[in-house]
């Protein structure tokens, strides 16, 4: 039997709109999880943020090892940037950097404040 390619498109402005209702939940979830952290930032307890600041960067050190597994499988270990991944995995890649940010601001921050 020969396998017939797909009919199916979807506009680009359908898809955008599509979309909305996928990306509108994780906003809010994030938003949920990270106005009661910075309640426990004002109030001095800093245990619960410390604990989210090693899980954000937990997240995105897997994610950069998800991100470079191309490179790795190519042996190249000791490349730098992004300019070697293709599309997805450079976005992986650039997402996996936004965790860590996020969880060295939260360090700082910490810091900071306990200083």
């Not at 969880?103 to 200083?115: D, N």
């Amino acid at each position: 039997m020969n396998k017939k390619s797909s009919d199916w498109y979807v506009p680009p402005d359908i898809a955008f709109l599509f979309s909305i209702y996928f990306i509108l939940p994780i906003i809010v979830i994030t938003t949920g999880l990270g106005l009661p952290l910075l309640a426990r930032f004002k109030s001095g307890d800093l245990v619960g943020v410390f604990y989210s600041a090693l899980a954000v960067g937990a997240v995105g050190t897997v994610l950069l090892f998800f991100a470079r597994l191309p490179l790795y499988r190519k042996r190249q270990f000791l490349t730098f940037g992004p300019s070697q991944l293709s599309g997805v995995h450079r976005r992986l890649y650039w997402l996996a950097y936004l965790f860590v940010a996020v969880s060295i601001l939260l360090l700082v921050l910490i810091w900071l404040r306990l200083r």
